[in-house]
């Protein structure tokens, strides 16, 4: 696609899906696959924008926007006034560049993304789960990723349209990229979203929490050597998923994206590193992490809506960038809810959550699992009918020591709770909650790390020391009929059989 093909691309969604599909299909013939790749769900981000445009639920900025004064309140004020991703066409200081935001900020946009009903989230991401589809690497020319390959100097991270995000946040960060790391001993890639503070035109302060990525980066520094690494910014929600998604060490959060799309990803192998991305993201910047350099990094607006304070961080430098030759940056934006990264991480852990209640002892009768952005990823709402008294605060403990770190208040509501209306959730808090038996609190137990109001333990940067609380919101269980009835919602005569529409005129449900 030209340039000039570029600004017009989701005007012209069907051209541009159609041209799309062509080259696909060339590639594949030329790969001699295209038995086995035929049908493929579209595996880019721009496929995902023209979905989510096509359905509404974008704005697409054609006026132009500044990243240092303006683009970053422009996109949040369109997710949290219009509920609507950001599309950015015209970017002061980047010209040819467009930029992305806030496009995976609700549930109904991962649906979309994710090719499921809404209310069918949680149980349709566990079915594909079950079986993984491991990804095929393509021996191609002309990868999408790869169309632009820029090297030494001219590799610079300068003219991607990165923004300010946070008022006082120290510099510029890419908040977007996936990183594709292996294990020096036995080759096995990780995958994981690391915040990245622009240093300068080929170095970023690299944040690796106690996690799979640091784990291996501190193999690779016993051994004296630097981490390869390839940043991948821009690629389908499904991969975006996974690399937040915690798994085993070991498993390949590519095949976790293949269950997810139903088809193997696509990859190709970088230019100047050993490593495979995935072929058609919009832009990867290879290289490596440093193991004998640590830099200041912060301060940085964060996850939770609070700034993690200035630090220190490990360093990446830049040994090339590749990109499409109309490359759709995806300004990803953190900070105070509601943004993406509440609601991205907000659904792994629902996810994992789910899954992890399914061992309850006795088994529960779960009905819904809710982690709101509104509550920084802290807080989980579970829906689900006890069965004998003490079991929804079993499962409550249960919450709060899954795979995530991050909720520390869990809350159990009751069959007729809707556990995505918070109003509703506040509602069984102040009429089925007796506090002084209803609420629990367990100290000194591990949270999350960038959780500013739990102590850090000793001088660790990471590991923070706080208190999980419980708060049993349900009606007491089916052996008490009489105390469940006490606690029922008043609610209309005959509420569910009565529409409204049978009483106004049909344009108001338009
Ligand atoms: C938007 C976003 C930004 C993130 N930033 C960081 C980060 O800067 N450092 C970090 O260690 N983890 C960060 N994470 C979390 C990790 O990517 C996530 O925990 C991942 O699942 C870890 O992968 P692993 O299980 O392979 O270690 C971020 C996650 C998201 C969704
Ligand atoms: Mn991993």
Known sequence: MSSDGLRGLIDQSRKAGDLDARDM??????????????????QSIRG?????????????????????????AIEWRACNELGKASLFTDIKGHPGWQACSQILSDRGKWALALNLAEDELLPGLNRKLVSRIAPVVEDTPSAPCQEVVLTGEEA?????????????????????????IKDPETGIRNVSIHRQHIYDAHHTGFVMLPRQARRIYDMYRAQGRHMPAAVVIGAHPAIMFSSGFVTGYGDDEFSIAGALLGDPVRMVKCKTIDMEVPADAEIVIEGEVLCDEIRPEGPYGEIPGTYAKAGTAEVFRVKAITRRRSAIYYALHCGA????????????IELATWDHLQKVEGGLDLLDVRCHPAGAMMMLVIKMRPRVAGQAKTALMAALSGPFLHPKLAIAVDDDIDANDLRQVMWSMTTRVHAEKDIDMIGNTRVFALDNVSPFVGDNPFHRIGTK???????????????RERFARAMPRNFDAVKLEDFLPEEMFR
Do not use: C, Y
């Not at 013939?29 to 579209?42: C, P, R």
């Not at 697409?60 to 303006?70: C, T, Y």
């Not at 610079?156 to 594709?180: C, R, T, V, Y």
């Not at 609380?469 to 105390?483: F, H, M, Y």
């Open 469 to 483: 609380w419980l708060i049993d919101a349900t009606k007491p269980p089916p052996s008490d009929p009489e105390g």
């Open 25 to 42: 299909k060339n590639r594949r013939a030329e790969a001699g696959k295209a038995a086995t790749l035929s049908n493929m769900f579209d």
């Open 156 to 180: 610079s991270l300068l003219d991607i349209p990165a923004m300010l995000a946070s008022e006082h946040d120290g510099g510029k960060f890419l908040a977007s990229g996936m990183a594709i």
């Open 337 to 348: 809810p509601t943004t993406e990264t509440q609601a991205t991480t907000g659904l792994a």
């Open 48 to 72: 995902f924008l023209q979905t989510l445009e096509r359905k509404g639920e974008l704005v697409r900025f054609d006026k132009q926007v500044d990243p240092d004064a303006n683009m970053a």
